[in-house]
């Protein structure tokens, strides 16, 4: 193990006890904090690497400035396994637990998300370590990483969100929530564009700005498809009229203040970046970009959040305190990426 | 009167374009022949040009084909009325999908209207030239005097 990786695990192992310790120790409710953050947090790691996975296997000339930095999220995954392991207790909230069925009972759901976390956790650093070292075999490990994408991020939106409405399901629930992994993730893009314009500008000058021009139209035409899942799902909802299906919006539109954060999601995650990002000038600039990419992720949240509140009790400073802890985790990654993540001479 | 100047290196042509029009040679009095689309010419030209038209077909074509979603289906229903699934029979949300479809399909086709339009095309004689450059790069500048 060389001494980014040792540093890594120490800090991984710390920041599992850590959280551990708040979710566990003080008056956390149900672990709705802890499901937030992981729901959060996955979506926007596992979503970098595939923007990345996209632009080798379409060998796209926009992912090339932001390579480095998406990539150097991979370890995260492994953090996200081990907070996964300590959410197993939690377990015991989800209503299905009472009356456990094939699919969903407590050993088959932990053993298939372990071995989905690692098995993507490895195929995330083979494909990190071609796709940095541009080798002959980058588009092969971007297809096979985006299939695992796909299948890990469905089920986690099947088992881990999904679930806590059972019996209440939906086939379009696993399409919406990896749509919105990519879309968090070009948002990641947006704010790297604003915090390394220096950089970026110094290393790939003219074509950094057509790059960024590139994910700056991706995540206007994301903010399109995004609207269009969201729709379809709630289209169904309201044509079928069935009391299993209408729960998931009933309970969320019924009482003030849960109605207006429902209705938010829709404004921060459709509205602000179409109309925004409809004006060229808008999308060229740096700052608009970076509060756009802002605007995305707290819509992500809030969903998130709207979807768990109704079934598990959160403690909004448990929760602000985890989610920090993650995110300056993230950051120092990030930071560290040369230490772990460089071309091979 | 035409002035010919015909380049067989691109980076030559550029250079004579860029210097033209940044000495003030009004873009309409160019015709330029390549034997290749080239995004660099058109970045260097759309500096000297006002912005395209074509938006405005765009937004036109757009609102027409929302307007006429929500005429077509809002119209078609109160005609021959038939309640589907318990619903009103005016329900936005399910004729939400044919306003979309209306306001893509309108817009584009509107658009393409307007690019045609715009564009002067079909033209025969643009498409066929006169003269055969083969590889060349021509710039050919109109002398008269407005």
Request: net charge neutral.
């Amino acid at each position: 193990m060389s001494g980014i990786q040792t540093k890594l695990a120490i800090a991984f192992l710390v920041i599992t006890g850590l959280i551990y310790v708040l979710e566990y120790f003080l008056p956390a409710g149900q672990g709705g904090a802890h499901l937030f953050n992981l729901l959060f947090w996955i979506a926007i790691i596992e979503g970098s690497i595939a923007v990345v996975a996209v632009g080798e296997v379409t060998n796209g000339k926009w992912v090339k400035p932001y390579r480095q930095e998406l990539l150097s999220v991979y370890p995260l995954i492994l953090l996200i396994g081990l907070l996964f392991v300590i959410f197993i207790p939690r377990l015991e909230y989800y209503p299905w637990t009472e009356q456990p069925g094939i699919w969903l009972n407590k050993n088959l759901f932990i053993a298939r998300h372990v071995i989905q976390l690692i098995v993507v956790f490895f195929i995330a650093r083979k494909f990190a370590r071609e796709s940095i070292n541009e080798g002959q075999k980058r588009a092969f490990w971007g297809v096979i990483y985006l299939l695992a994408f796909a299948i890990s991020m469905t089920g986690v939106a099947f088992d881990w969100l999904m679930s806590l409405e059972y019996p209440w399901f939906s086939t379009l629930f696993g399409a919406l929530f990896f749509i919105e992994a990519f879309y968090c993730a070009l948002a990641l893009a947006g704010i790297f564009s604003f915090l390394y314009k220096a950089k970026f500008l110094d290393t790939y000058g003219e074509s950094f700005e057509s790059a960024r021009m590139d994910i700056a139209t991706l995540l206007f035409a994301f903010a399109i498809f995004w609207a269009s899942q969201f729709y379809t799902q709630y289209l169904v909802i309201w044509y079928g009229n069935i009391p299993e299906e209408v729960s998931l919006i009933y309970y969320r539109t019924i009482d003030s203040p849960m109605r207006e954060f429902f209705y938010s999601v829709v404004a921060f995650n459709f509205i602000i970046p179409f109309i925004t990002f409809t004006y060229r000038r808008m999308k060229a600039n740096y700052l608009v970009f970076l509060i756009v990419s802002i605007v995305v992720w707290v819509g992500i949240a809030v969903e998130r959040l709207v979807i768990i509140v109704p079934r598990l009790s959160i403690n909004p400073l448990i929760l602000i305190v985890e989610f920090v802890i993650i995110g300056l985790m993230m950051i120092y990654v990030i930071r560290k990426r040369d230490s772990f993540l460089v071309k091979s001479t | 009167m035409t002035d010919k100047m015909t380049f067989s290196k691109r980076a030559e042509f550029i250079s004579k374009l860029r210097e033209l029009l940044e000495s003030g040679v009004p873009p309409k009095k160019l015709k330029i022949v390549m034997p290749h689309p080239d995004h660099e010419v058109d970045e260097i030209v759309e500096k000297y040009v006002p912005p395209s038209k074509l938006k405005y077909f765009t937004l036109a074509g757009a609102l027409s084909g929302f307007i006429g979603g929500f005429a077509l289906t809002i119209g078609t229903v109160l005609d021959w009325p038939l309640i589907t699934g318990g619903k009103p029979l005016i329900s936005i949300p399910a004729f939400i999908v044919i306003v979309f479809e209306m306001t893509i399909l309108l817009g584009a086709t509107v658009s393409l209207l307007g690019f045609l339009i715009l564009s002067r095309l079909p033209s025969f004689k643009s498409i066929i030239s006169p003269e055969d450059y083969g590889n060349e790069f021509v710039i050919l500048m109109d002398r008269r005097d407005e």
